[in-house]
């Protein structure tokens, strides 16, 4: 009684009056060793409603989601789904229920087609013909378009994506949960997805929503609740709430503004890339054609573009995970570098943050320590004569967890066990604390809460304050009108010349993220500006 | 009801420790029902095989002397597996080490050499067993080959070339046409530890090779090459380390092991070259590897508790007729417990109604 009581008083309107809700959690609690990831948790799904969950990293939204949906099992408190008590053995049990998932990390299998994989996560007997002929079905009905039979590898985050919504559509679910849906797509992409689930939602289905974008919460959701340090603090209207507002009551406070030091001056080029041409390592790639620019100490350089147009293949270039037969094609700090291997780049004083954060970025089952260990090794000092220095590994921890705050359960655990967000701050913060002098990072801030977010960005402007070069590609184009000074947009393998931020309108960027080139006069002037 | 197999979010850690124990239960079970279809008592079989050989200082010895080839040859395969690299053929590296240092042993043989002769065939047989194992690696790292097949066809090459050459070029003038070489020279044998016991300095030599395998593993950047390279190749790829040529590394340090285990089984216990010098160390090292989880020190129990087979299974020949091949029927049925066990660290067994809501959609 108590629990329908509080239920009534956390729906903002009493719109639900009378029905029951589709999915109630009460007093649940997740513990990990003395940490409480989820302390007493009671929140209300309703049907035909999209419900956000809020909160800073490690704020504990996925370990809440991860039990609903049978991952975990809560340490105390109870799960109602449509009024009944349940215990959820794990997630094929869930989706019996009629509750559907997509990740925050993707569970996908890259050597397998996408059929494949849908078939792999579907617990139907269809044969696998059905199967095929219900995804191309049911990804058309939604308007996610998906080609059964490409091996999965080869497609871009956006489109691994969609794998995971059109595998949980399949199962008709009536509750479904989205981690961060948006943090790895496009506007356009984005707004997509709010018209799959506009739609869901008309269908009689519940939503829950998590995301650390608070204009598209406020835009779709019609309940937020927000977490803070595990616990619930409010459920609120996102509709009546402002960002800003949202925004305090995650981070219990106000957030910092992003503040470019005064003065930056540029100095020497440090990176400079020569006419560089690549062609793609497999079938679906993009080919890298004519890629030419130059990055000065103590300035940064945003990419712009839609996800797939090069943007990995590039970075790959830059890195050294791909070489390039002509060495002058990438010049770091004055040297080709082209033929050098990603440590020797590292030597020179390069350092990089690629988008996938669990495989590529960190290897996910080891220690935090260990994945300092991971880039640090090239030119850290911890490695003496082949010896690991555990205890320069684990300081580069710690110092990275105090710069950055990255938020965890102990002092080293495994990186799979960071929250996506904090996991994010610690990678970014371990490259930044080897003070390179040139950073090449790949979305800085998905995921990142933000509060987080400004942090980096912060990072990012005083480390180009400090003199390096930092090359920063983004989706988010009011990210890079933050903290770059030129924009630059990639497109079908090609990068367009860099634009001064400033001159950088929407307009002008939308234009060259969809291919078409601006006026003749101008692109000229911009090269090599 | 329906058994699937589902994945667990969280590895369990619990699991991964017990898992060769529950392992080792399960083959005992099965081997008790294969003993009572044999028509022998169970639990006498069970006790030769198992508690006999802990009985007395001899065997206790002879479990030492083969659980040296074992561990020596199941760290090298460990650094391999660790790195996804499939050496399958350490029976062929060590019959190619045993060879190719007992050239030294034969071409010495009766002469006045010194001392050098026994470090020379070591070296030279670690060198050959290495050179043998780069074939494999060669071809996965150039052309694509599986290292798998091709590493396990050389076994029946290396088997041959043996064979060849203690039929042929090397057998002994006064062995009554047996298939053996003559035995070796004093300078070309391995010195016993104890006077008229069996145990010898390989095992020694193994336990130095544990201890540097444990330090490799745990305290040196090659190590966490290693790991990183099988346990997360992108990343590693993205630390700078290159798959391929650690490809190489272990194939030849692996490789290399077998070798020197492989010599110091001929110059030492067998103390000359005939075929048949082992009884498939090469394929049970390759259990002693998963069962010890690719862990050093749990290579070394895992060793000794396969060695204890090997004599458990001579014993309950004698004792009960029990057929010698039993004991790799045993170490057959291990492996695939110790790997089946294995999946349950990341999945686990559950029940399902098959009259649940099946995916059948509405769309
Ligand atoms: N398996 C685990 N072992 C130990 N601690 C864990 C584990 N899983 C999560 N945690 C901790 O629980 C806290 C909450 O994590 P959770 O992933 O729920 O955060 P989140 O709100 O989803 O954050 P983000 O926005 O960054 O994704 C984090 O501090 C994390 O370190
Ligand atoms: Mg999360």
Redesign the interface.
Known sequence: MQAHQRMLDSTPNGLHSGESPLLQTLGLTKRYGDFLANDSIDIDIWPKEIHALLGENGAGKSTLVKAIYGLIQPSAGEIRWQGQPIVLSGPSEARSRGIGMVFQHFSLFDNLTVAENVALGLDGRESFKDMSARLEQVSKTYGLPLDPRREVWQLSVGERQRIEIVRALMQDPKFLILDEPTAVLTPQEADQLFIVLERLKAEGRAILYISHKLEEVKRLCDTATILRGGKKVDTCNPRLETAASLARMMVGGEIKEVKAAAGRKTTVPRLVVNDLSLAPSEAHGVRLEHISFELKGGEILGIAGVAGNGQDELFAALSGERLSKDPGTVVIEGIAAGHLSITQRRKLGAAFVPEERLGHGTAPRMKLSENALLTGHAASGMVHHGFIDTAATLKTVDRATETFDVRKAKRDPEAASLSGGNLQKFIVGREILRNPAVLVVSQPTWGVDAGAAAVIRQALLDLASAGAAVLVTSQDLDELAEIADRIAVMFHGHLSAPLATADATREKLGLLMGGSSLEPKEAAHAVGA | MQL?L?KR???SNTIALVSPLIAIGLTIVTMTILFAILGKNPFLALHAYFIAPLTDAYSLQEIAVKATPLVMIAIGLSLCYLANAWNIGAEGQFLIGAVAGSWIAVKTQGTDAGAWVLPAMLVLAAAAGALYALIPAICKVKFGASEILTSLMLVYVADLFLDYLVRGPWRDPQGFNFPTTAEFDPVATVPLLIDGGRLHLGSIITLLVVAAAAILLG????G?EI??VG??P???????F?ANQLIILTFAVSGALAGLAGIIEVAGPVGHLQPGISPGYGFTAIIVAFLGRLNPLGILIAGLFLALTFIGGEQAQIAMKIPLDVTKVFQGILLFYVLACDSLILY?F?L?SPN????????
Do not use: C, P
């Open positions: 699937v589902e979010a969280e590895r305290r040196t950047i090659k966490f790991r990183v346990a997360a992108r990343a590693a790829r993205f630390g700078g290159n686990r559950k399902v649940r809501q099946v995916a059948s959609g509405t769309h």
